[in-house]
């Protein structure tokens, strides 16, 4: 069956858009891709301050990753794997033209997405494939590389809102994996575990990984972020930003670091140099 969580994050996208802080990501397919289960404006005015928080959260991960992405297409990379896709929607708004685009997800959960952007009346973007793959089953290299992937060139992967679910080897093994390809950047976002928190983000990650496990698909990998630079350093990335949840919002606040609290949740961009 298709991702529950990846619902629950597209509405989180597109309740966003109806939102006084919409300008922090614009995303004009956001609300069309889910159609009649789209959320309104009352939805918004429902929104509990945990809600709202996410929200933000999902917002400013997906902002940052295109902003990176953005560099990376000028630096001259030509190919970007949006993992674990769901209802993403850059494919749909690509503004590179030059730029290929391979979306990878669950069978289940990209045959859902081709018959959602098919009932919104959306055209499937001409520069995009579809590269269905089960993370935890099948090699990525080779379902990749099948789908028209260059290997030898520089990829930029978007890996957002997927790291939790999954496995350690899994999750290593896709890192290795992008770490072999000289020229590559990788955006992630991930947890920390409880006890690296205070009160406020064990209180966090309490409501959200209670949330995500009462559909079935519970969080189960969490990372230090000192040892997770040092596997990444390990594996043959040499640049590493990560950045902690506190200072994505005073990034896009224009707070003054510090003036923000951290819950735990992290984005991160990685790569390795040519």
Not at 170 to 192: H, K, M, N, Q, R
Request: glycine letters at 8%; a negative charge; one cysteine or more.
């Amino acid at each position: 069956m298709p991702s529950r969580t990846a619902l629950r994050v597209a509405r989180l996208r597109a309740l966003h858009q109806l939102s006084p802080q919409a300008g922090l990501f614009s995303d004009p397919c956001a609300i069309a891709i889910l159609g009649d289960g789209a959320p309104t404006a009352q939805d918004l005015e429902q929104e509990d301050e945990h809600s709202r928080r996410m929200r933000l959260f999902v917002a400013a991960r997906a902002r940052l990753a295109e902003d990176w992405l953005a560099a990376s297409v000028r630096r001259g990379i030509r190919q970007v794997v949006v993992l674990g896709a769901g209802l993403d929607t850059f494919s749909l708004r690509n503004p590179h033209p030059d730029l290929a685009v391979f979306e990878v997800d669950h069978p289940a959960t990209q045959a859902w997405k081709r018959r959602l952007i098919a009932d919104a009346g959306l055209a499937e973007p001409l520069g995009a494939k579809f590269v269905p793959v089960n993370f935890e089953r099948q090699l990525l290299s080779e379902e990749l590389s099948s789908a028209g992937l260059r290997p030898a060139e520089p990829s930029f992967f978007m890996w957002l809102g997927v790291v939790p679910y999954l496995t350690r080897e899994a999750i290593f093994g896709t890192l290795s994996y992008i770490a072999g390809i000289p020229g590559c950047e990788v955006v992630f976002d991930y947890s920390e575990p409880a006890e690296n928190r205070d009160a406020a983000g064990q209180a966090a990650l309490a409501f959200r990984a209670g949330r995500v496990a009462s559909v079935g698909e519970p969080w189960i990998s969490f990372f230090d972020p000192s040892a997770l630079a040092k596997s990444l350093n390990d594996l043959g990335f040499d640049e590493i930003e990560d950045l902690e949840s506190g200072d994505i919002a005073a990034r896009f606040s224009r707070a003054p670091n510090g003036a923000t609290s951290n819950s735990g949740g992290h984005i991160l961009r990685a790569s390795r140099s040519v």
